[in-house]
């Protein structure tokens, strides 16, 4: 069989697999990579030359910035905006899928997506609207904003290394943008206008929302010596953080309750405010007053900080150990290396100090690890770490340092000072060294599976130019393209991007598609730029089913969306970009 049947045929093979999902895609990405490697088409000492590649180093770096930034409190005081907005659909959607859209133009889809999720299920619940309306919108605009920069999307990162075969220089970060502004405002106008109509209602699944909607929590919160708050009233507090939903239920004062507390208890230095308050306002409030989350504390302990690290929330089992003690029975900090930060209870109010509080089954507790790991001391006491959720409580605020060593990264991109996977692993190191995002936190930053695929299928995309696959069909495209015009030509590449991008990963579906668009337009006497943009349009459009890209499958179940949900809202969608997006990118790319 010639080599050009045996490599079609293993991306035939491949394209089923991934449509089956029976295989998740890296390993079936692997799969393809040896097979052609021990059939000798792709050369051994080649087979893992894509691991090294400029595209998936970028992407691994722009993956751990994106971690940094989300650290550094820059998103989370920016999802706090929609807290504030309306409640009519429009004004909800308008406003969730334009801020996912603009977070995703500077970092990992997934990652944007993740961040606001909760927000969007929290304005779901609070306006009493089903979270379908909401997660689906917010899903296809984390799409549409990875359109717009280099590094929104593994896509367009992968499209500007094959530029290199017909141009001297990559694309730059804002290359994408003309066309991909037009593409994303038309595509949010569209959803937030009139897309949302046809968004199927759907229940989410059982418990979905259990993983964000955990009750108030106890905490003690500490006023320090030199805090501004000393000498005024919790009246005044109160007043001061009108957003913050809190309870101070009692104020202990060199280890003494002062009792009932009344709004014009004045607050003194050293005081531990016994504070219930929502989870998701801790941070808040933390924050905007400077207090010191405290933790349980034993009179050898003397103060306790949390640092800005290692922060677990975890269930308390019916089974465990912890249940009818107090944490300094169970001697949880020197013997377990945790400290116990907050506790939440169903169903009740705690107003005791954490020191006091004997765990209940079903007990949420906030602890911070002490330098072991968490899981295993959480394993060995019979409680259940919530890995789905991550709080920061505790970590410093540092906004402006994160956007400065972004910033920097950017600002070397576009002198071009540096390529783009020298100039955000530099800023990827920078953020570590600054303490902006740990290093266990960096690596699990980096989406592995993502870049497992990246690596494997870039010698097969390569496999396919080298064979003549890839000229084959740009002949065949070429073939339609002397009988039609040019601009029905480039349209008929980007839906095949789009297509194959709906029924495997975007990123493969560039890798595929990059080479067929360049020697489609080189064969039409055409510009390779325009043929490459619509690639890397067509690749982001993975709008008609929950398999095309992980932010379409991450809010398959806490939408409560059926596989045939997606092409609804994705088929009209996918209409507009193209009726937009086509004439700017003939327009600005000829």
């Not at 005024?232 to 001061?240: G, H, I, K, P, R």
């Not at 303490?435 to 097969?460: K, T």
């Not at 064979?467 to 070429?478: D, F, H, N, P, R």
């Not at 193209?578 to 003939?586: E, G, S, T």
Request: charge should be neutral; aromatic fraction near 6%; proline fraction near 5%.
């Amino acid at each position: 069989m010639p080599d050009q049947a045996i490599v079609f045929s293993v991306l035939f093979a491949t394209l089923v697999l991934l449509i089956l999902d029976r295989w998740r895609y890296d390993v079936v990405a692997l799969l393809a990579l040896l097979t052609l490697a021990f059939l000798g088409i792709v050369p051994a000492s080649q087979a893992f030359s894509g691991f090294g590649h400029p595209a998936v180093v970028t992407v691994a770096a722009v993956l751990v910035v994106s971690q940094g930034l989300a650290q550094s409190g820059l998103v989370d005081s920016m999802s706090r905006l929609l807290s504030r907005v309306g409640s009519h659909p429009i004004v909800l959607i308008g406003a969730l899928t334009t801020m996912v859209a603009f977070f995703s133009a500077f970092m990992n889809n997934v990652g944007a997506l993740a961040l606001l999720m909760p927000v969007a299920l929290k304005l779901a619940a609070d306006r009493g609207l089903s979270p379908s309306l909401l997660l689906m919108p917010l899903s296809f605009g984390s799409l549409l904003g990875g359109m717009t920069t280099l590094i929104g999307t593994p896509p367009n990162i992968i499209v500007a290394s094959f530029r290199t075969e017909f141009a001297d220089t990559p694309y730059g970060l804002f290359d994408y943008s003309p066309v991909g502004l037009v593409a994303a405002v038309s595509g949010i106008a569209f959803i937030s206008l009139v897309g949302w109509r046809l968004i199927p209602l759907r229940a989410a699944e059982s418990g979905t929302l259990d993983v964000f909607e955990i009750p108030r929590y106890t905490t003690e919160l500490r006023v320090p010596e030199d805090s501004s708050w000393v000498g005024s009233t919790v009246q005044d507090l109160a007043s001061s953080l009108k957003d913050v939903e809190f309870v101070i239920v009692t104020v202990l004062r060199n280890d003494q309750h002062l009792g009932a507390v009344r709004g014009d208890t004045i607050l003194e230095a050293s005081d531990s405010l016994v504070t219930e308050i929502d989870p998701r306002n801790l941070q808040q409030m933390v924050d905007a007053t400077g207090f010191q989350l405290e933790g349980h504390r034993t009179f050898e302990d003397g103060d306790l900080r949390p640092s800005e690290h290692n922060l677990t929330e975890a269930v308390v089992r019916p089974r465990s150990r912890l249940v009818g003690r107090t944490a300094a029975q169970v001697d949880l900090r020197a013997r377990h290396g945790l400290n116990l930060l907050a506790v939440a209870r169903q169903g009740s109010r705690i107003r005791r100090p954490l020191k006091e509080i004997r765990f209940q089954p079903g007990d949420v507790l906030l602890v911070q690890s002490l330098g072991t790991s968490s899981r295993s001391a959480l394993g060995h006491l019979g409680c259940l770490p919530l890995a789905q959720r991550r709080l920061e409580v505790g970590r410093k605020r540092r906004i402006a340092l994160a956007v400065l060593l972004f910033g920097a990264a950017v600002l070397a991109l576009l002198l071009r000072i540096a390529p783009a996977h020298v100039a955000f692993t530099a800023s990827a190191v920078a953020m570590v060294l600054a303490g902006l995002v740990d290093l266990r936190r960096a690596y699990e930053a980096i989406d592995w599976p993502v870049i497992v695929l990246l690596g494997a299928m870039i010698p097969v995309g390569t496999a396919l130019e080298d064979t003549g696959g890839a000229a084959l069909i740009a002949s065949q495209i070429e073939g339609l393209g002397q009988q039609l015009p040019l601009s029905v030509t480039l349209i008929l590449v980007l839906v095949l991007a789009m297509v194959l991008s709906d029924v495997m990963n975007n990123a493969a579906t560039a890798v595929i598609m990059a080479p067929i668009a360049i020697q489609t337009a080189i064969s039409l006497d055409a510009n390779p730029d325009s043929f490459l943009m619509a690639v890397a349009i067509g690749a982001s459009c993975a709008f008609l089913t929950p398999i095309g890209h992980q932010s379409n499958t991450l809010v398959l179940g806490p939408g409560g969306y059926r596989f045939g949900d997606y092409w609804r809202l994705g088929l009209p969608l996918q209409i507009v970009l193209l009726f937009f997006a086509i004439p700017v990118l003939l327009w600005v790319w000829g």
